[in-house]
């Protein structure tokens, strides 16, 4: 059953992520790359990270994209213009892709020691209340760091959102 | 071909981890709106973060999860600074094209 | 599988319930805005009006579905269903009464009760806003692409200040599970006042859930922050060009996004299920009187009738509420029917102003919808989450 659910996620995650790099108009992108997400977020379920998992969707789907999407919208962006990357560019690089993603593969399954199986319960230590007591006690300090950089992010946005009004 | 187990193994989770972020840098090097290429660094992004719960699982402590919440709040306000740069990139220049946007090149 | 089964019957009435919740909420709509207006409403279709519903859903369905030509097909196909999917999911988390046991069964009395549930319904409402973007611009077309400009800009905007006042009672509660949240509601202060959100100590959280509201209307695209939608500058906003049931996909949604705020609203801040004062001063009985009342009513306008068939229909609502009226005697159904009604009267009430309010309020302009989103509730609401804050642990050892 776990499996099963696994195989639908990652084929449901890798489906969207090849259409954010095919589509040709960066609205399709950005909605597949939110399909990308919801899977993603499932999985985070799947391995016990239930807060994470709603943070995923509230942030990333929620937040970010709709960000993304307003952005495509505003810019009425149209479809991409076909380029011809460089000769070495396009023989060259989905081998060296696949390669890489082959290498890394082998080295997990072969050098990893035997990593047990992911099972659904298996770990209860995502819940909001976990999360929320390491958050605020030993990253206490990246937490309050983190905060001070979304301000300083937000400043600066407003700064070159403004630059064009005037 | 082997029956599938009950139980997905821990790996599989990184492989798929490894797929997306190899579809991000393919995204992020052969495509040529901004827009998209934003994208396919948050998709590297997503993939680096699912790593990271699947060690959490392993490793059963949540530094993982408060990790990928750092990464996701940190990409978030980069979301906000990096769109507010391509509406200013635009207004400039009418384009989308990362090609087109290279005066400092020469 | 008695688990599967189970939740497939709670499945099938709630989907029933909500599906019949949202067409005669439209009835109930036009009924009160014509009441409030000094008309008389939908009264040709059954009597006074009741079959409207009905009539609407075979007008909807039996229209052509046009699609202009100038649309992108794919996400314009896709949008009402993404409205209409994510408007409707999150009812799955709401409990509408506690847990019961039925013919020996012991459930609860919703469809799942996630200990992450109030992150589950923001996050949700979140994704509800690719609906109308999305609808606004594969239309194709210069209105819809305002409206669904202005849908996103105004939703990423208040989902601030509401999920703001949303955590304020949060603080309080110190759990994300709906079901919880409404037990820690369950007492009363010197044995009859409500310790519900609003009344809660350590700090009352009238604020929040006054902003909660108000965040709430601009969320569902309701009067008065209807810009995405605001008939006499974009025509019909996002939904311009559509027609037959992906319209009515998109008004569904609406409405449904209005019974989730309602739901929520009330699990939160008004006690959910909880009646406002407690059963040994009488508050079982309120339902049987409510229901009398509206029968002596039915009975009163049926001998002096306004128009020659009240005399046949109104008897015959008279009997049916007598009915519903004994139905809450029966001390068998009070421990599942009691919940139920208080939970009904609290959401059908703030359903109401959502009602009242569009009846009576003009429409913000643009830049003060923003304003007042940033210059006024946001503040306000973070204000009050930093008083709850601070009496929360002042208060906790």
């Known amino acids: 059953m776990d499996t099963i659910l696994f195989l639908i996620l990652a084929v449901i995650a890798v489906g969207c992520g090849i259409n954010v790099i095919f589509q040709k108009h960066p609205i399709s992108s950005a909605l597949s790359l939110v399909g990308v997400m919801g899977a993603l977020a499932a999985m985070y379920l799947q391995l016990g990270g239930e807060f994470i998992a709603a943070a995923q969707i509230i942030v990333y789907a929620g937040a970010v994209m709709v960000l993304f999407v307003f952005v495509i919208m505003l810019l009425n962006a149209g479809k991409e213009r076909r380029t011809s990357p460089r000769i070495w560019a396009r023989w060259a690089g989905p081998p060296l892709l696949f390669l890489f993603v082959g290498a890394v593969a082998y080295v997990l399954e072969s050098f990893l020691p035997p990593s047990g199986d992911v099972r659904f319960g298996g770990f209860d230590g995502g819940s909001a209340q976990a999360i929320g007591v390491r958050l605020f006690t030993q990253y206490l300090l990246p937490f309050e760091v983190t905060s001070i950089l979304i301000l300083i992010a937000i400043v600066g946005a407003i700064v070159l959102a403004r630059k064009e009004i005037d | ?106 | 599988m008695n688990y599967l089964i189970l939740s497939l019957i709670k499945t099938a009435i709630v989907v029933v319930i909500l599906m019949h919740t949202l067409a005669y909420l439209q009835w109930i709509e036009r009924k009160v805005i014509a009441h409030v207006q000094l008309r008389v409403g939908p009264r040709r279709v059954g009597p006074h009006g009741l079959l409207q519903p009905l009539a609407d859903v075979i007008k909807l369905i039996t229209k052509e579905g046009m699609i202009p030509s100038h649309v992108n097909l794919v996400f314009y196909l896709l949008a009402p269903f993404i409205a209409v999917t994510f408007a409707l999911i999150t009812i799955s988390v709401i409990p509408f009464g506690p847990v019961i046991n039925v013919a020996g069964v012991r459930t609860g009395m919703e469809l799942t009760d996630l200990n992450i549930g109030v992150l589950f319904v923001l996050a949700i409402s979140g994704l509800g806003v690719y609906g109308v973007a999305l609808a606004g611009w594969s239309s194709n077309n210069k209105y819809s692409l305002m409206g669904g400009l202005r849908s996103s800009a105004q939703m990423i905007s208040y989902e601030l200040p509401m999920a703001l006042a949303i955590a304020a009672p949060l603080l309080i509660f110190n759990t994300l599970s709906f079901r919880e949240i409404v037990v820690k509601q369950g007492f009363y202060y010197f044995g009859f006042w409500p310790n519900w959100g609003i009344f809660h100590s350590p700090f009352p959280q009238i604020v929040a859930f006054v902003v909660f509201m108000i965040a709430g209307f601009a969320e569902t695209n309701r009067v008065p922050f209807d810009l995405p939608e605001a008939e006499n500058e974009l025509v019909a906003g996002f939904h311009t060009e559509y027609s037959s049931m992906k319209f009515a996909a998109f008004f569904m949604a609406e409405y449904a996004n209005m019974v989730t705020v309602s739901c929520v609203a009330t699990l939160l801040f008004l006690g959910g299920w909880q009646p406002p004062w407690p059963a040994q001063y009488g508050s079982i009985y309120v339902p049987t009187i409510v229901f009398l009342a509206s029968a002596a009513l039915c009975f009163y306008h049926a001998i002096n009738p306004a128009r020659p068939f009240d005399r046949i229909t109104l008897p015959v609502f008279g009997v049916l509420f007598l009915i519903i009226a004994g139905v809450f005697l029966i001390p068998a159904a009070q421990p599942i029917l009691l919940p139920l009604f208080w939970f009904g009267a609290k959401t059908g009430a703030i359903l109401f102003v959502f009602i009242w309010v569009r009846a009576t309020l003009p429409r913000f302009r643009y830049d003060q919808l923003m304003r007042f989103a940033w210059l006024f509730l946001f503040p306000l609401a973070l204000l009050n989450l930093f008083v709850t804050s601070l009496a929360v642990a002042l208060t906790t050892k």
């Open chain 2, 1 to 106: 071909m082997p029956p599938l187990p009950a139980e997905p193994p821990l790996t599989w989770y990184l492989i798929l981890s490894v797929v997306l972020f190899a579809l991000g840098i393919a995204g992020f090097l052969f495509r040529r709106n901004i827009i998209t290429v934003f994208i396919s660094i948050e998709l590297m992004l997503n993939a680096v973060n699912l790593s990271f719960v699947t060690f959490s699982y392993k490793l059963k402590q949540n530094d993982g999860h408060i990790f990928s919440f750092f990464v996701m709040v940190v990409a978030a306000a980069e979301a906000a600074v990096g769109l507010a740069i391509i509406l200013t990139v635009f207004k400039n220049r009418q384009t989308l094209e990362i090609d087109e946007v290279s005066s400092l090149k020469n």
